[in-house]
């Protein structure tokens, strides 16, 4: 969805851009006055400037507005690295960013973005992370959106698909979490996995839901147990995942394989089943989801999910600065992967008899 004109009818950069004939950012350059350029460009830009009325928010001299990062957390690394890659590509433009961090607190991430929003120092907004949205949350972004719009602010959310969120002025640019979840249940139920457990995050976090909605599909589709005590949740920590395979095993000493919706969660895992005893992927088989760095150096090496996490960020903070051609999207959607490793194996035979 292009930003264009809004409903106040109030001239963008984007319209002065279109209208001169050139991109976001060599309007942006023009205004400016800092970027060497042919005077025919900035004869065109300054032209459409009169022609449209468009009025430019002042920001300093030799200033160019930053790109403020607001991230969940920077304790995790996939959040960590789509930071650094937002970072990598605004500092690519001659930007600076700057970076909230809410730790996934909806109060201080709704406080964040409205007092963004009347910042004249900011030209763009990226927000990392998951959340937990409620419809005060829904009613807030979209207000804020709106602003920004007029503004012409970017704000785009990385990381982090919301159902049932589509409001004009925003971007939102994920990974195919359901698709990927869908596809690590397909790989155990290639290897002949027929009784498969799910530890997944909180219910109600985005991208954990997300991912839940693909593992409930693939069962579907293949016909699967799907029967809740299947699946135990709980923080994105590796408690959650250790703990978690002992109450699933418990549950069910048929379950062969364990499908960990984060590769955190995967790593508790595979600590709980060593300390039953078992032995991987012999007796019990992992996947993550994630790809993390050095979760190939594990005994065994996960097999995993992989996200593209670090041009998740690139991209969005290329699109943020009008790097690329054409109408801000309303949607990306990043392609995952499964990376085959060797904490999956075929299924054992029997029941597991766990220790007491």
Request: negative net charge; glycine residues 12%.
């Amino acid at each position: 969805m292009g930003r264009g004109r809004t409903g106040s009818d109030v001239p963008t950069l984007k319209d002065v851009a279109e209208h001169a004939g050139v991109s976001l950012a060599t309007a942006s350059r023009a205004l400016s006055g800092d970027h060497p350029m042919t005077d025919g460009t900035r004869d065109r830009v300054l032209a459409a400037v009169e022609a449209l009325g468009y009025r430019r928010i002042r920001r300093g001299r030799h200033s160019e507005p930053q790109v403020a990062i607001v991230a969940s957390t920077l304790g995790h690394l996939v959040i960590a690295s789509a930071v650094a890659g937002v970072e990598d590509a605004s500092a690519h433009a001659g930007r600076t960013c700057t970076i909230s961090v809410t730790q996934a607190d909806l109060d201080r991430e709704l406080a964040i973005l409205e007092a963004l929003t009347d910042d004249a120092r900011v030209g763009a907004v990226i927000v990392i992370g998951g959340v937990y949205p409620d419809q005060r949350w829904h009613s807030t972004v979209a207000s804020v959106a709106a602003r920004m719009q007029d503004r012409d602010v970017p704000l785009l959310f990385c990381g982090r698909g919301v159902e049932g969120l589509a409001t004009p002025g925003l971007t939102v640019l994920d990974y195919d979490s359901a698709g990927g979840a869908a596809a690590a249940v397909g790989v155990l139920v290639g290897r002949g996995h027929r009784s498969i457990g799910v530890i997944r995050g909180p219910r109600g976090y985005s991208t954990s839901d997300a991912r839940q909605r693909g593992v409930a599909q693939a069962f579907a589709d293949h016909g699967l147990a799907a029967e809740p005590s299947r699946t135990v949740e709980g923080p994105l920590l590796p408690g959650t995942g250790q703990e978690g395979v002992r109450t699933l095993l418990e549950a069910h000493p048929d379950i062969t394989a364990i499908f960990a919706e984060s590769d955190t969660l995967a790593l508790g895992a595979i600590r709980g089943a060593r300390q039953l005893g078992l032995d991987l992927p012999q007796d019990l088989s992992i996947v993550g989801f994630d790809d993390m760095r050095h979760v190939d150096a594990l005994v065994p090496a996960l097999t995993t999910v992989h996200m593209p996490f670090v041009e998740l960020g690139r991209r969005a903070a290329r699109l943020a600065l009008g790097e690329e051609p054409g109408r801000m999207p309303a949607e990306v959607v990043f392609g995952t992967h499964v990376v085959m490793r060797e904490s999956v194996g075929t299924p054992r035979a029997g029941e597991l008899e766990l220790p007491r």
